[in-house]
């Protein structure tokens, strides 16, 4: 023994000073502003002016609509009003894809109409539409499961339904019949598609979605009761008929935008903290749980964080094209240089839900830094998992492939999938009080990596 | 004392022998009857049957429309096949208001398309719809301390919500802005009248129904977040305005149908219990739960109690126009003659929810054959009440008003009006169980009056 247990505690009180006024604040120094600025959070107004605002004065805002160029005006506005700094927008190309009048009915044995929503890329019908004979699946496996050929002149039906889930893996499964069914129709010669909505609730709502890009065929999404319906229908035996009328214009290139915000750091500016949610949504709601929410969350989050002035810039990112996708490759393409100082991007697209199980870059969790993270987030029951992330969003998916560590916050999705693509995407839906938990969840998040030197690459590294 | 105990009894057995010879069938031999019935009723697959054909076979049938003469030959069919006897259309004529194209934008300040339905007897916008300012109203009394003439050339809006009751009160309260509202605008000069949904529900499906028959203007209701909507942008200051489209034939005087059934009464086939449930619905669902349940209802206990060939005659009726009216006053005015002879009239059209409160016609319970019936549903946990029936239901007010009893059996209207009137009327959200406990009440109601001489009118008396 060396020296005698006091002189042992004043050497390191003295390495902890040394420390302190050497390194950036770590998880002493984190822990009690994370925690204040947490139940900041859960009292903040923001969020929800900010998601009311965009489902009031916007609404549905489907890439390359005039309501999409006013959803860019509006978050350029919003950005500068909330005091972030650098607001622009950065314009690139993808995919439009606009919904024209649609009607479904079935004409024989028994007429009646039938509530549908065409898929995104579904192709239009002729104009007096078509009428065909049914061929219904109770699930894609059963589709494809049939030879060549064998759907010739038919509207291929798939009745699959979702299983409802607390997390996303009810949709993941789930959304299979949707994205590929149109395709895997198409190939065995079916006319048209029709698929029972992806969808947990039993309201006549139709939920759309992407489709088969590459299907060719004019694809829609029954509401569940009219898919429950057609499956008692075809039942009794005899042949069903169904009128399938649809229009729609596609375009390969149209504009699109990222709207960017910026709360620039105190000491590593061009070190980049970058969260967001997409702007652009579905067109048959108002879009507020997918994503007026996650835009609400993270600038909400973003502004609380950027409001103690840490070390590293915040950077708001309101993804404008996540539905017909190509923002979050647009965005990387246009940062690629920089991604090397980006030190983990998030997006928050789920609903408002509450996040139950926070993911870390891997190895994260050992680090002060979100040590402190963890510590503020308990008393919201938010898990902060030993999982690493694994995916992010959608729009984090381009920064991603850059070697660029992403975050992911799962929510409770119970109710998301009642909403998602349809009518019932509306502000109504969003609980307040869950929404400020998903704020309080993303500001200690945002505070504890953009005032700490972490180093997520490096976490990763030592990790394996 | 003139007897010993013993010799009472035996004196009480032969009168009892006497009583059950020379009389109908009491509480006593009733009890265990009816007891069968229920649990019979219980597991029968009929009343479900009988809701899934309407729905599935049929669909949407409003009056005067070409699914209503279809939905007239499915209900001859189904008694027919039943087993009732007699079975007929009795042919009326009454007003047909049915629905063309409709559709409504706001168009300033913020352009948002709407979901709305417009209300029965509204009249067309012009072919080019209208274009006007809103003037918004929290509550039909604020639109009604409005002077005359101070909505000229507006869209006058009431946004008033119900309240959800387990019963049928928050409706009979809530469904006033829709049903006097159109017409206490139009007097105050308003060019058309919007009414946020009478709903329990959130969904972004409008709820229709009759709306003010004389006013004259056009006439839709909201869905709730479309009201909601309205509401907020409405709070922003700046005049809103709305272009609304609406087209609708109206006939004063359209062919329409009851259908009927028996099973014709063992002892006195003169005397009738008349129950049933109307044919017709709002276009906008399937009429699955108003009132497919209904008429499944009544014809299932109908086709159960009579399969005991009770004393007297049950006859189902299938009213042909109740949403419209006028189905309840033909049939009575059809049977004025005969209306001495029936001994009660029941409706069934609250859904398929469980019946947690049955009121009979006054002082019947007092009656050996209501005992009877209220200890064999006791274990369904319907009360019956001591509380005398009020109204029946709209098609048994023309009999009501010719002194016939009625019967009215409150349901759990919990979830009735999320659905009620709206696209989301659909099999689905029948509850088979829910559905089979109102078909075991019917039964045990219908067999303990019609297999003894239980006079209501009597009892009526008797209790004043």
């Known amino acids: 023994m060396a020296h005698p247990p006091g002189m042992r505690i004043a050497l390191f009180a003295v390495a902890a000073a040394i420390l302190a006024a050497a390194a950036p604040a770590q998880a002493a120094d984190l822990a009690p502003t994370a925690a204040a600025l947490r139940d900041k959070a859960l009292a903040d107004p923001t969020a929800w002016a900010v998601a009311e605002s965009l489902t009031t004065e916007i609404g549905a805002r489907p890439q390359g609509s005039p309501a999409m160029d006013r959803a860019r005006d509006w978050g350029v506005e919003k950005l500068t009003s909330l005091g972030f700094v650098n607001v622009h927008v950065e314009t690139f190309e993808t995919t439009s894809w606009l919904r024209g009048a649609e009607s479904a009915e079935i004409v024989s044995p028994y007429p009646q ?3 549908i929503l065409g898929l995104g890329r579904s192709t239009p019908t002729p104009p007096g539409g078509i009428e065909a004979e049914v061929v219904l699946f109770k699930s ?3 589709l494809m499961a049939q030879p060549p050929g064998s759907l010739k002149g038919k509207i291929a039906v798939v009745t699959q339904a979702m299983r409802r889930t607390q997390g996303i893996e009810g ?5 299979l019949p949707r994205v ?6 198409a190939k065995r010669g ?5 698929v029972r909505s992806v969808s947990t609730d039993d309201t006549r709502l139709p939920h759309t979605g ?3 890009a590459t299907a060719g065929i004019p694809m829609a999404a029954l509401s569940t009761p009219d898919a429950d319906l057609l499956e008692r229908m075809v039942t009794r035996g005899q042949p069903v008929r169904i009128k399938l009328s649809m229009d729609s214009t596609f375009r390969e290139k149209a504009p699109a935008y990222n709207v960017v915000g910026e709360i620039r750091g105190r000491e590593a ?3 980049v903290v970058i969260v967001g949610g997409h702007l652009d949504s579905w067109d048959p709601g108002t879009g507020a749980v997918d994503d007026a929410a996650g835009i609400a969350i993270t600038t909400a989050a973003a502004k609380l964080a950027g409001a103690e002035r840490p070390r590293r810039t915040i950077r708001v990112v309101m993804w404008g094209a996540e539905e017909q996708g190509g923002s979050g490759d647009a965005y990387a393409a246009a940062h690629k240089d920089e991604a090397g100082k980006i030190v983990v991007v998030g997006e928050s697209d789920l609903g408002a839900g509450e996040v139950y199980n926070a993911k870390l870059p891997k190895g994260g969790l050992g680090h002060p830094a979100m040590q402190a993270f963890a510590a503020a987030v308990t008393p919201l029951k938010a898990i902060v998992s030993r999982q690493p992330a694994a995916e992010g969003g959608s729009d984090t998916d381009g920064l991603r492939a850059l070697g660029v560590p992403v975050t992911e916050f799962n929510q409770d999705a119970g109710r998301y999938f009642d909403l998602h693509h349809s009518a019932d995407d509306t502000l109504d839906k969003i609980d307040p009080k869950e929404l400020a938990q998903n704020v309080a969840v993303w500001t ?4 504890t990596v953009a005032d700490s030197d972490i180093d997520f690459r490096k976490t990763a590294k030592e990790a394996k």
């Open 113 to 115: 109409k039938l509530q």
């Open 180 to 185: 590929i069914g149109g395709s895997e129709a």
């Open 140 to 142: 894609l496996a059963e």
């Open 210 to 212: 992407g489709g088969g």
């Open 190 to 194: 079916a006319v048209a598609f029709l």
């Open 171 to 175: 949709y993941g499964s789930g959304v």
């Open 269 to 271: 500016p061009d070190e």
């Open 444 to 447: 200690a998040f945002i505070y």
